[in-house]
Nanobody
Framework: QLQASGGGLVQAGGSLTLICAAS????????TGWFRQAPGKEREFVAA????????YYADSVKGRFTISRDNANNTVYLQMDSLKPEDTALYYC?????????????????WGQGTLVTVSS
């Protein structure tokens, strides 16, 4: 089971840290990603990290502002979000990737958290 938390209301330019905590099994051997879905829009890739944390991947829209990291000892993945913009407003989901392929491809992910809402005011 995946539990995403850390969302909230923040002003533009502010920061938030999202947390994805896994329970019930260890996901340290798998890549983990963050996706988001804004109202009326399709779900989109945000960031991903491989099992060891040695490789990270970002959508162009968040590159340089967001940082993904993981702590396998605690079965947790983080998404540090800085310089937030109103267009970052969305429901953010974490997911565990079990299949090889593009890290941005949501079909490669099997386990999904329930989502945490991020609202950025202008």
């Amino acid at each position: 089971q995946l539990q995403a938390s850390g969302g909230g209301l923040v002003q533009a330019g502010g920061s938030l840290t999202l947390i994805c905590a896994a329970s019930g099994r260890t996901f340290g051997a798998y890549g983990t990603g963050w996706f988001r879905q804004a109202p009326g829009k399709e779900r989109e890739f945000v960031a991903a990290i491989n099992w060891s944390g040695s490789s990270t991947y970002y959508a162009d829209s968040v590159k340089g502002r967001f940082t993904i990291s993981r702590d396998n000892a605690n079965n947790t993945v983080y998404l540090q979000m800085d310089s937030l913009k109103p267009e970052d407003t969305a429901l953010y989901y974490c997911a565990v990737r079990l299949y090889y392929g593009d890290y941005a491809d949501s079909t490669r992910y099997v386990y999904w958290g329930q989502g945490t809402l991020v609202t950025v005011s202008s």
